[in-house]
């Protein structure tokens, strides 16, 4: 089956590269809007716009279960996406919150989120849901989307999530598809760390979906 896939950037394929290893017998394609990129400080109405615009090559192309590759677009776009296209299939992804609340001995968690996402309702109910017994620590990650999108990811400066870290946070909650180019350099710095991202997940709910509706 064709699944699409989409990202403001680099996330989607990062997600996508996931997706063909763990269910290869479907067709993937990913789209992006790199000419906007990052979207994680642009304004809900710019993110909703955008995100809009840049799926449409998805419907072109017969896609009839798109995943929201990306953190930013879901909390913000999903419910207007899900809202004008109810013949569509739209898996989201949000900050692993709930599985840190089942892991997390120190009861600490680092988050590492897009400020969009830290700002968004849906993170805050999820905190609120799941988190009421752990301890946040969101370091500013304001310019990482840039960096991993045009620049050098080794360049990215690691110190708050250390500090995090020295706070007794065991948990590392990649919130954003962008910081999945990050997971080798985060596992070498902070290795007795557990880190939480969502490809597994997705891999279920894209199957579930599409048992879904070949059984139609
Ligand atoms: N990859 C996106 C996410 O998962 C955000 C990157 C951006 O700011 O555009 O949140």
Redo the contacts with the bound molecule.
């Keep these: 089956m064709k699944i699409g896939v989409f ?6 394929e990062l997600v996508a590269k996931e997706l063909r290893r763990i269910l290869p017998e479907h067709d993937y394609i990913v789209v992006n809007d790199r000419a ?7 304004s809900d109405a710019e993110i909703i716009d955008l995100t809009h615009h840049a799926i449409a090559p998805l419907f072109d192309a017969g896609c009839e279960i798109i995943v929201i ?6 909390t913000v776009a999903i419910d207007s996406l899900r809202h004008n296209f109810p013949q569509i299939d739209f898996i989201g ?1 949000e900050p692993m919150i709930k599985t840190a609340d089942l892991e997390s001995n120190t009861r600490r968690v680092t988050v590492l ?2 400020p ?2 830290l700002q968004s309702l849906r993170y805050h109910h999820l905190k609120q849901q799941y988190g009421s017994s752990l301890v946040f620590d969101e370091p500013q990650t304001d310019n990482w ?2 960096v991993i ?1 045009f620049g050098d990811p080794k360049t990215i400066d690691f110190g708050d999530v250390e500090k995090s870290i020295a706070h007794g946070s065991d948990t590392i909650v990649l ?5 999945l180019a990050l997971t080798e350099q985060l596992h070498r710095a902070f290795d007795h760390v557990q880190i939480l991202e969502p490809t597994k997940a997705i891999s279920k709910q894209v199957a579930r979906l599409v048992a879904a509706r070949q059984a139609e």
Excluded at 7 to 12: L, N, T
Excluded at 36 to 42: A, E, I, K, T, W
Excluded at 69 to 74: E, I, K, W
């Design positions: 990202d403001s950037g680099r996330g989607g906007h990129v990052p979207y994680g400080s642009r590759a990306c953190n930013t677009a879901t992804i989120a897009t969009t996402t989307a840039s999108e919130a954003c598809t962008h910081y």
